[in-house]
Structure formats: C-alpha cells, structure tokens
C-alpha cells in the first residue's frame, strides 16, 4: 500500500501559485519524498525530490516539515499544461526493489482559465 | 523528453496468448523498471533489473518475465495472457540504484480480448 494521503482533486486558477499537500506520517529517517506527475496518456514524469531540506528546481518547489510527515509540492505559476495527476511518493534509499516506487491514486490537479 | 522508449505503442491480444512489449533506455541508466497501470489506478510495480540481473519483483505471478541487455534495452513477456492483464505497461530506468530518479517511457497499452 501507498504511504502517502493525498486529496482527490484540486482546482487552480491559471497563472496562480498551485500547492500539493501530502501526507506521510509514517516515513523512515532513510526515506525521500518524490513527487511525479502523469498527463493524460503519457509517462509519469519525475518532478522533485527531496530528504528533509526544502528543494527547488526549474519546475517546482518541495516544502517537507521538519518532523517529514507531511509536504507540499509547489507550481509556482500553473498554466493549463500542468493539468495532471500529481503522485507524492515516499522511497527508500536501498538498493534492488526497496527503491521501487508504490504509487497511490495521487491528486488530480485541474488548471481553470 | 525522458531518453525512454517503447514499442509498440498499442497492442491487441487474444487470451492465451504471449506477448513481448519493448523498451530503449538512455545510454548508461543501467536499471529498469517495469510497472502495470490498470485504468484509473496509479502503476504497480512488476519488478525491477539491474545489471541484466533481476534484483525485485512486485506481487506478480511468474508469467511476468523480463530481460535486460547490455545495450540498456529491455523486454516484459507475459505468457498465457488473462483479460486482467489488459493495462498500460511502463518501462523506466534509472543510473544506478539509489536515489536518481526514474525517468518513464509513455508505455505500450495492452488489450487482450
């Protein structure tokens, strides 16, 4: 089973900041949170990632509380393209499947014009 | 763009039948993944290759087989296939076997009638 609680479906305006919640009270010291996201009839694709410190890259920001239960992915500036299921996904750091990633049913994020 | 890619991209097969699903990855990534996504649910690992060998394997029964080459392409087979079988198949691969992320290919859906 997936470690992790996500809402359904989040709306966000376009242009507007969108932020993720993700919950995961039970993740290990040794446990990175991913975030991937999948586009109608494509691949999921890799976002961010992070261990305990806050992480930016040219697509997002990842805020991760400082107990790591819990998370936010942030868009800084949502268009229409970033319409998607967004997976928030908590990973060991071992090798062979303890690396594999257990998908929930992730949040369905709905940019309005 | 992810440097993954699979064939075909559609597939139609008959109950019983064997089926080979294909998978290129970027040069160097030397572990692939393979998951399953049934419509509206997130992927499910199948199991995991690393170095030609495999080192994981999800809660699939063992007609689901795999092969890694060393020119970083891959094979799923799925033998005596079933109407449940019907989904799409992800191919992803990484570098190495920590915490790089997986980088997905845009899969090949499956329908067996």
């Known amino acids: 089973d997936a470690k992790t609680t996500q809402p359904p479906s989040m709306d966000c305006a376009e242009g507007r900041a969108a932020n993720l919640p993700c919950n995961h009270s039970?993740?290990?010291?040794?446990?990175?949170v991913y975030w991937y996201r999948q586009i109608h009839s494509q691949g999921p694709q890799y976002i961010i990632h992070?261990?305990?410190n806050n992480e930016t890259n040219e697509m997002a920001s990842l805020i991760i509380t400082e107990d790591r239960k819990s998370s936010t992915l942030i868009l800084p500036h949502a268009t229409l393209r970033d319409t998607a299921v967004y997976y928030c996904?908590?990973?060991?750091?071992?090798?062979?499947?303890?690396?594999?990633?257990?998908f929930g049913t992730g949040t369905l994020l709905a940019v309005q014009p | 763009e992810t440097g993954v890619t699979q064939s075909p991209t559609h597939l139609i097969k008959t109950r019983g039948q064997q089926v080979t699903l294909r998978c290129s990855s970027q040069?160097?990534?030397?572990?692939v993944s393979w998951y399953q996504q049934a419509l509206g649910q997130g992927p499910q690992f199948i199991f995991q290759?690393?170095?030609?060998?495999?080192?994981g394997r999800g809660n699939f029964p063992p007609r689901f087989s795999g092969l890694q080459f060393p020119n970083y392409s891959s094979e799923l087979n799925v033998n005596a296939l079933e109407l449940d079988d019907s989904a799409l198949y992800l191919c992803?691969?990484?570098?190495?076997?920590?915490?790089?992320?997986?980088?997905f290919g845009n899969g090949t859906r499956l329908t067996v009638t």
């Open positions: 992803a691969s990484r570098l190495g076997q920590a915490n790089s992320p997986l980088h």
């Open positions: 039970t993740i290990s010291g040794n446990e990175y």
């Open positions: 992070g261990l305990k």
């Open positions: 996904i908590v990973q060991a750091s071992g090798g062979g499947a303890t690396n594999k990633l257990i």
């Open positions: 040069s160097g990534h030397n572990t």
């Open positions: 290759y690393y170095r030609e060998e495999e080192n």
